[in-house]
């Protein structure tokens, strides 16, 4: 089964142009972000502090995270989170779960699950270097963090949420900050990526020449 990998930091494209590739190559797609998240929105629901690590393990471990492809909905638990799921309290908290050791090897195992049908599209921020170290073709985005706070910006705005740009670019800097520097699976593109630099492309254009790249493969 073929396995392309999707790593980069927040805002750099990954997800939207996730989606189209998969579609394009009729494989199936893992948004590895929303495991991290989904286990923040649980956190915080419950009162759970940082701290608690077993607690936090036993969410991970539990959860329910469902997707339907029909209308794009996300389901925790039974619940539509489609909407909170993607907020800046839920980004900002999922990096912190993200740090913890535990739960990304809970979450190593879920990731692993997503791997049937033709082919596997994952986007995250590891899945070249850790989960998927033998993918067919790995593929690092990025674009500059100015880039990156408008689209963010601009995403949240769609979906109703107000956030000031300056604050999410420094939201976005202590995140990228926290997934490059954190000592289990840091934000590194794996040796053998191919590193796109997205600032000034278009979605089409990434997904086209990431297309392209697989076709070499
Ligand atoms: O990609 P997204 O912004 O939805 O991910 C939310 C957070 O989850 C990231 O800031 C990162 O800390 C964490 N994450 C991770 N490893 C992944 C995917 C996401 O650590 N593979």
Known sequence: MKIV???????????????????ELNFNYLDSGLLYRAVAILV??????????????????????????ENNKIFLDGIDVSNSIR????SIVSSKVAQLK????????????????????????????????DADLKIF????????????????????????????ERSIASR????????ISPLVPAVDAIIIDTSNMTVEEVKDKIVKHYRAT
Request: proline share 3%; aromatic share 4%; hydrophobic share 35%.
């Open 5 to 23: 990998t999707l790593d980069g930091p927040s805002g750099s494209g990954k997800g939207t142009v996730g989606r189209l590739l998969a579609r």
């Open 44 to 69: 915080i629901e419950n009162c759970i502090a940082l701290s608690e690590v077993n607690n936090i393990e036993g969410i991970a471990r539990n959860m329910n995270l469902e997707f339907s492809s």
């Open 87 to 90: 907020t800046e309290e839920i």
């Open 102 to 133: 535990s739960v990304r090897a809970i979450l190593h195992e879920i990731q692993r699950g997503y791997l049937k049908g033709n082919g596997l599209i994952a986007d995250g921020r590891d899945m070249g270097t850790v989960i998927f170290p």
């Open 141 to 168: 985005i990025t674009a500059s963090p100015e880039a990156r706070a408008y689209r963010r910006h601009k995403e949240l705005l769609g979906r109703g949420e107000s956030v000031s740009l300056r604050d999410l």
């Open 176 to 183: 990228d900050r926290s997934d490059s520097e954190r000592k």
